[in-house]
């Protein structure tokens, strides 16, 4: 099927361009900020312990994550993917309104955001990981969305019926492998989350929720990887069977199973007692 007629930009003002790219960013964020909010306003999901953050902390910690996002979605991008920009173009490093941003990468910035603030505001850090996992496939989510409607990162040549013809990936069709990471990482990877928090109560095991999104996140990254167009900067020989997103994934899988398998080791901790006022 022919790709539909997208334009990348939502509405131009005067210079200034829109677009679904950078506005998924934007719905990506605010969702999850409202959605981490609102888990620790519900006592139930807590038992007896006492939520990670308050609602305040979490109105600071977003400003902590967007920054992670951006820079290490950014750096990540050109470090694992385009490594000649960095003495070829440096100053296209700073080009984020033409796109290209690392999942890995934003994964990163993110993990040494929550890090320091986690030391900031003396919190455990992988029960922050507990409470922020649950919210990234909002942006994983729209933000493959927009790599569809940009006409970007598509997949493999396939004879599917609902293969794509993108208009920069040639004459043949091609896997839709942005709506299968849309589906898979954002929606699925969701409701799986969702399980874990809501209906096994797992935010009060330590680490527990964010390893599970690790390992679903890298198991499934894994398996789209075989209809993703091959890594233009890895060894030929090596496209047929292995991609940058899968080295990249992989660490990801077994750290998550391994912070999963710890987590429902250990007893749920106990409530700490507050201090009695004088």
Known sequence: MPFP???PVLIHIGPLAIRWYALAYVAGILLGWRYAVR???????WGDQKPTATPEQIDDLILWLTLGIIVGGRLGYILFYYTSTLWEAPLSIFKIWEGGMSF???????IVAMIFFARANKIDLFKL??????????????GRIANFINGELWGRQTT???GVIFPAGGPYPRHPSQLYEALLEGVLLFVILWFAVHKKLWLQRR???AGLFLAGYGLFRLSLEWVREPDRQMPEFLQSFLTMGMLLSLPMLLFGAWMVWRGLKEPIAPAVPEKAEA
């Not at 890995?104 to 993110?110: A, E, S, T, Y």
């Not at 990981?129 to 729209?142: I, N, Q, T």
């Open 5 to 7: 007629d997208f334009d």
């Open 39 to 45: 888990l620790v306003k519900t006592p139930r999901l």
């Open 104 to 110: 890995h990468g934003g994964l990163l910035g993110v």
């Open 129 to 142: 990981g507990d409470l922020v996992a649950p919210a990234v496939p909002f942006g994983v989510f729209f």
């Open 160 to 162: 599917a019926p609902w």
């Open 207 to 209: 680490g527990v929720v």
